[in-house]
Nanobody
Framework: QVQLVESGGGSVQAGGSLRLSCVAS????????MGWFRQAPGKWRDGGAT???????AYAYYVKDRFAISCDGSENILYLEMNNLKPEDSAVYYC???????????????????????WGQGTQVTVSS
């Protein structure tokens, strides 16, 4: 059974940084497309960043040049480095993974939540002004 567990959220002042981690178990990260999404109260779940099975990345315009997605050598941990955080970045951040058996998709398409089959429980990020 696939499990994704996020950590690293917290409270930070505007301009600060956080690094989120997502540990995948029951699932081999190699060859998998994974992504980070976020959802603020009363809003849709939005794509933030994705790392495809062929190592392409894509970022939503509102995090581009501030956030960076990466994975470790074993590819069982996905990271999201978040810099220059803004109050509007406050949300629950979710890690997601796409079933390896599914066809490859373009990185930009992988920013859509429908591309994913597995989700973590989320970690809260709060940015104060």
């Amino acid at each position: 059974q696939v499990q994704l567990v996020e950590s690293g959220g917290g409270s930070v002042q505007a301009g600060g940084s956080l690094r989120l981690s997502c540990v995948a178990s029951g699932y081999t990260g190699s060859g998998s497309t994974m992504g980070w999404f976020r959802q603020a109260p009363g809003k849709w779940r939005d794509g933030g960043a994705t790392l495809t099975s062929y190592s392409a990345t894509a970022y939503a315009y509102y995090v581009k040049d501030r956030f960076a997605i990466s994975c470790d050598g074993s590819e069982n941990i996905l990271y999201l480095e978040m810099n220059n955080l803004k109050p509007e970045d406050s949300a629950v951040y979710y890690c997601a993974a796409r079933d390896r058996a599914l066809p490859r998709i373009p990185a930009i398409q992988a920013l859509g939540h429908r591309a994913y089959d597995y989700w973590g429980q989320g970690t809260q990020v709060t940015v104060s002004s």
